[in-house]
């Protein structure tokens, strides 16, 4: 199964900032990382796939890029329903594996 | 709107066996593959398994492989997960998930979860 490495595990930033999700696969997956948000009592929501191609309905203050092993999340001027879980998860070939989850939280 | 829909979860002891149901709404349901995935306790997402549209293509996990079914069914727009041989590390909360079409791992719509619990 392809291993995914996600980074920082905690991240701290004040609304209006930016920050960056980094996730490292084990091996090269071309293109294919998806990224979700998840927050308590909500459903979990797709933002990115395909490593750089927005969902339907995420704002464009995130961006995806990357592709072979290594790949980021950026998140410009957050916003304050910004803050959550992240996760990375690779959909080039079975089984999906997803990253261990970023933190992101208000300073 | 879409909306997926999780019930049949609970407490269980080792070795029974428990099935959960997701109802899905808002949207043509046989058309669309459905997965399930699972988040242990303070844990990450483990996905757990994949069954295509007509349920040609059903795919699962390792460590499920052999004890988990899952089934759908179109007509009762209704995802299954049977669970057998249940152990304490398959406590977790159990999502289903709604297949990006065209894209094979990508989860466009997700339930609230079903929670599981496997304890004596």
């Known amino acids: 199964d392809v291993q995914m490495t996600q980074s920082p595990s905690n991240l701290a930033a004040s609304p209006g900032e930016s920050v960056s999700i980094n996730c490292k696969a084990s091996?090269?997956?071309?293109?294919?990382l998806a990224w979700y948000q998840q927050k308590p009592g909500k459903a979990n929501k797709l933002l990115i796939y395909?490593?750089?191609t927005l969902q339907s309905g995420t704002p464009s203050r995130f961006s995806g890029s990357g592709s072979g092993t290594d790949f980021t999340l950026t998140i410009r001027n957050l916003e304050p329903e910004d803050f959550g879980l992240y996760y990375c998860?690779?959909?080039?070939?079975?089984?999906?594996?997803f990253g261990s989850g970023t933190k992101l939280e208000i300073k | 709107e879409v909306q997926l829909v999780e019930s049949g979860g609970g407490l269980v002891q080792p070795g029974r066996s428990l099935k959960l149901s997701c109802v899905a709404s808002?949207?043509?349901?046989?058309?669309?593959?459905m997965n399930w995935i699972r988040q242990a306790p303070g844990k990450g997402l483990e996905w757990v398994a994949y069954?295509?549209?007509?349920?040609?293509?059903?795919y699962y996990a390792e460590t499920v492989k052999g004890r988990f079914t899952i089934s759908r069914d179109n007509a009762k727009n209704t995802l299954y997960l049977q669970m057998t041989s249940l152990r304490s590390e398959d406590t977790a909360l159990y999502y289903c998930?709604?297949?990006?079409?065209?894209?094979?791992?990508?989860?466009?719509?997700w339930g609230q979860g079903a929670s599981v619990t496997v304890s004596s």
């Open positions: 998930a709604r297949q990006l079409p065209g894209y094979k791992g990508v989860m466009d719509a």
């Open positions: 808002g949207f043509t349901f046989s058309n669309y593959g």
């Open positions: 069954i295509s549209s007509g349920s040609s293509y059903i």
């Open positions: 091996k090269s997956i071309s293109k294919y």
């Open positions: 395909s490593g750089s």
């Open positions: 998860q690779q959909h080039n070939e079975y089984p999906p594996t």
